[in-house]
């Protein structure tokens, strides 16, 4: 017998919501009203809800990369180009397809959509500008005198205005200018960019055009006699560039700042007036990964700014000051999700406000499930691989590839570090250095509660070693540990996962040598070793109700160990691929597992039988993540979705108990109908039902009757209530029929009610009628064995009647003789 939490509602039944992927990098768009963000997702398009973070729509691709993407600033509009050299143009918020035509004779590169959602400009890779009437979706110019690949394009016009122009920017170095009235090119700026150009806008009032290109400077350009007015040294390859025409900022008038984004990651404002930096220089961390702002999305009405970011990231900066504050950061992938761990304070409803990712990348991202937006943390040089946290909630863990650990402290709105800044999120507290190798598992100790910090941390290596940390009582600024409280040689082969005991009396090491091995906190000794799995071990977790310890392994099986004498008492199988996270929940009585077949299956310890298989990944589940209200879980994996799972047996069993008290409630009324001879409710209440049987006793019942000798079925009521259906009523009709017509005892009932409705209905109603081909498929055979036998039938009948005579005849000579 399995010991665990008694009186324990098992959970048999989960709902599921999800943060799915929706940007794989390449173009983005916004409306101005901030309400859609539209982004590309490979092939094709997500049309996301920039408050929640919520999918609305999904937009299929034309088997081809996608190249650009805009959304109409009314958000009526969204237009989409692919390397098929489609230009289709989309109906918001039916998301109808109105148009789709060929846009050009290469992919078309950038697109920008004029501010009163009337005319679409297009630039592509045959040197050719295109401007479309959006409503109508028919081209209305073509412009040609570029050389090279179309790498930006603008298009100025005001409401009601009578100056169009168009600026377009090549990888020919030029900018020209194209008047839509005159419809034809009006100036070309050629004496100021070597390289490509990337980024243009005009001024508010048409005055001025700028230019930001990959040879490191932005232009300003006058528009009244296409002249250089400036030039500003911005020391990095740009990728856009545009006016800051939101108001005031640090004492400036809108358009004398502008903005900038490109290759170091980091939107910057200028002044045009002094040609000055006007952001304060913001320190960066060396990691493995090289990240660029692609793009700024902004519009003059608004108060802020999304950059694009080449991470497949949205950033959104506030205005309010010269230093940009970050309020929101949207992961439009999260890569592969490694480990998960809910983290943060809990709401009033006890559930923490974040949770915690390793992404396949040195940072850790702090998301809140509600709105999706995210923090990074930023320490590691290397792939994170594992993440752990406290019992609060308020420290975290971490561990990587580059063989070192950190532990993040939660610090609530209102502290000041020693600099007197604010924050409120995860501060850096401590970083521990020792390792050969990368780390695989990471525990944080348990008992934070009392000692009001985590005592210890317990790492694991690929150096085959398992180390305990001592964690500093107090960090004003982060402190780098260098000597762990002892080291010790663990296994054979890499460790995989490392878990701490609820008293922080134990800890648990599992390793790819096939072993998990129970150690003493204190001492360092081994106590106990696990031995069973026929592969390399990936996952051990510690039940925090009972002295039993649940692993999962690359032989696809889950097993339940004693650690009061370490021996196995149950093995789970299920899974048709390697195990790679398991975790007790429902208060110890079921443990969740995660697979590399992308399914999530829940057990019970007890019984050891599968209670529910939850199926939302297409890629392996790594990881897993127990809500401390026990109430749901998430659930992270190789196609960077993250579910979480949250239970509803008690909602689900509910609703069962009033749908079956329902359903005895009208097969009462069915029985009562039937009684009192109500044919035509009778007959209506069992199509509703869905009763087969009952069905067909019913008509059995009026066919027995023949109270009306004129009537098919043997009851007029009855052939008035088939000649009355529904398309819905018709469709469950003919399918009952069907199946009572393969059988012989059951085909007269079939056949009489089958020749009513051919009576009774024209054919235009048969064929609104879902899947009659199948059904008609399905009838005719047997309609014509049943013609067949009754035809031979009768054909016996006639040798019957002749032999009666013959015996007849004979009798009556007999009769004579006599």
Not at 251 to 279: A, N, P, Y
Not at 621 to 632: F, I, N, Q, Y
Not at 660 to 686: G, M, P, T
């Amino acid at each position: 017998m399995v010991p665990v939490a008694s009186s324990v509602a098992l959970k048999t039944a989960f709902s599921h919501t999800a943060i799915e992927p929706f940007f794989t990098g390449g173009s983005a768009s916004v409306s101005e009203d901030q309400s859609l963000l539209v982004t590309t997702y490979g092939e094709d398009v997500i049309i996301t809800d920039l408050s929640t973070g919520q999918r609305k729509h999904k937009i299929k691709g034309d088997t081809e990369q996608v190249t650009a993407v805009a959304i109409s600033p009314d958000s009526k509009y969204v237009v989409i180009c692919s390397r098929s050299l489609q230009m289709r143009i989309f109906q918001l918020p039916e998301c109808k397809l109105v148009r789709s035509i060929k846009a050009h004779d290469g992919p078309v590169i950038v697109m920008h959509i004029d501010s009163t959602s009337t005319l679409v400009a297009t630039g592509a890779a045959d040197g050719v500008v295109k401007v479309w009437d959006l409503t109508g979706g028919f081209n209305t110019h073509t412009f040609r005198g570029h050389t090279g690949v179309i790498s930006a394009v603008r298009i100025f016009g005001q409401k009601g205005g009578t100056r169009w122009q168009v600026a377009s920017g090549s990888d020919d170095s030029k900018i020209r200018i194209w008047d839509l009235v005159q419809r034809k090119c009006v100036a070309v700026l050629e004496e100021g960019h070597v390289s490509v150009v990337r980024g243009l806008d005009f001024s508010r009032d048409g005055s001025l055009l700028i230019s930001g290109g990959r040879d490191k400077v932005v232009n300003v350009w006058s528009l009244k006699n296409y002249s250089l007015v400036k030039t500003i040294l911005v020391f990095e390859a740009l990728e856009t560039a545009g006016f800051l025409s939101s108001g005031t900022l640090t004492g400036k008038m809108s358009d004398q700042l502008i903005f900038t984004g490109g290759e170091k990651g980091i939107v910057k404002l200028w002044s045009i007036e002094s040609g000055e930096e006007v952001t304060p220089e913001k320190p960066t961390i060396q990691t493995s990964e090289e990240v660029g702002v692609s793009d700024i999305i902004y519009y003059p009405s608004w108060s802020d700014l999304i950059a694009v970011l080449s991470d497949q990231t949205l950033v959104e900066h506030t205005l309010t000051s010269t230093d940009l504050p970050v309020v929101r950061r949207l992961a439009g992938n999260n890569g592969e999700v490694i480990d998960l761990a809910y983290v943060g304070p809990v709401d009033s409803e006890g559930i923490p406000k974040y949770l915690a990712l390793a992404t396949n990348s040195p940072e850790i991202r702090v998301i809140s499930p509600g709105t999706q937006s995210s923090v990074v943390l930023t320490a590691h040089t290397d792939i994170v691989i594992c993440i752990d946290a406290s019992t609060d909630g308020l420290w975290l863990a971490c561990a990587g590839k580059d063989n070192t650990a950190t532990i993040w402290r939660w610090t609530p709105s209102g502290m000041e570090d020693a600099d007197g800044n604010e924050h409120d999120g995860f501060q850096l507290y401590a970083t521990f250095k020792g390792h050969l190798g990368s780390i695989g598992g990471v525990a944080l100790a348990r008992l934070v509660a009392q000692a009001g910090y985590p005592r210890f941390l317990i790492t694991g290596s690929q150096d085959l070693t398992v180390k305990k940390w001592a964690v500093p009582k107090t960090a004003d600024e982060p402190v780098e540990v260098a000597k762990p409280v002892f080291t010790k040689k663990a296994h054979e082969k890499d460790i995989n996962s490392v878990d701490v005991a609820p008293n922080d009396e134990l800890f648990a090491t599992a390793s790819q040598d096939r072993t998990v091995k129970i150690w003493s906190v204190e001492e360092g000794e081994t106590v106990g070793i696990l031995r069973g799995h026929k592969r390399g071990v990936w996952s051990v977790k510690f039940s925090v109700y009972d002295k039993l310890v649940v692993t999962g392994s690359g032989d696809k099986t889950v097993k339940v160990w004693n650690i009061r004498d370490y021996t196995c008492v149950k093995t789970f199988e299920g899974h048709t691929n390697s195990v790679l996270k398991a975790l007790f929940i429902s208060s110890g009585a079921q443990i969740a597992s995660a697979g590399g077949d992308g399914l999530v299956k829940v057990w019970d310890v007890k019984t050891g039988e599968c209670n529910a298989t939850l199926d939302n990944h297409e890629d392996k589940v790594w990881s897993l993540a127990h809500r401390p209200d026990d109430k749901a879980f998430a659930s992270g994996g190789g196609d960077s979705v993250i579910t979480f799972w949250e239970d509803v047996t008690a909602e689900d069993l509910a609703r069962q108990e009033e749908a079956d008290a329902e359903l005895a409630e009208k097969e009462q009324e069915l029985s009562n109908y039937v009684f009192r001879k109500e044919w035509k409710n009778a007959i209506l209440l069992a199509l509703s039902l869905d009763h087969p049987l009952r069905l067909l006793n019913v008509f059995r019942a009026v066919i027995a009757e023949n109270a009306d000798n004129g009537s098919i079925t043997g009851l007029r009521e009855v052939d008035a209530v088939l000649s009355s259906l529904e398309s819905g009523q018709l469709r469950l009709l003919l399918r009952r029929i069907r199946d009572w017509n393969t059988n012989a005892r059951t085909s007269n009932v079939a056949q009489r009610v089958l020749n009513v409705l051919l009576q009774s209905y024209p054919p235009e109603k048969f064929l609104e009628v879902e899947d009659i081909k199948r059904t008609l498929d399905a009838l005719v055979p047997y309609s014509e064995r049943h013609y067949t036998r009754v035809s031979e039938l009768l054909e016996e009948s006639y040798i019957v009647d002749y032999t009666l005579r013959q015996m007849d005849e004979v009798l009556m000579t007999k009769i004579d003789e006599l």
